[in-house]
């Protein structure tokens, strides 16, 4: 079972890891592409980015895969059509995922 965390501790342990994984080096004026983040969410997880974009719907997975599409909605200006074309998912899949995030965080 995956222990609910809130969306501000979920932040600060994938910009930890960033610097862990050594993927701060890429960033350009605190700036990281939305594939760059997906992938160390991926690694974060323990996960395939593979199976992260692929159709499973296990759910340890599904609840990876709407984690990442939150930290993407509030990390980058990206749309919820971006986000799902970057997790091979419908802009709709996307919007039900910030929905459930937000509804798991306020448990």
């Known amino acids: 079972m995956i222990d609910p965390v ?3 501790q979920m932040q600060k342990d994938y910009f930890y890891a ?3 994984s050594g993927l701060a080096v890429h960033m350009v004026e605190d700036r990281i592409s939305p594939h760059e983040m997906v992938t160390a969410f ?10 992260l974009r692929g159709p499973s719907r296990r759910h340890p997975l599904v609840i990876y895969r709407q984690e990442c599409m939150a930290m993407l909605r509030k990390k980058t200006d990206l749309t919820t059509s971006d986000i799902g074309r970057i997790l091979n998912r ?3 899949t ?4 910030l929905k459930a995030v937000k509804r798991r965080a306020a448990q």
């Open 6 to 8: 809130t969306a501000e």
């Open 18 to 20: 960033f610097i862990q």
């Open 42 to 51: 991926a690694k974060i997880k323990q996960v395939g980015l593979k199976e």
């Open 90 to 92: 419908d802009h709709t």
């Open 94 to 97: 996307v919007l039900h995922a």
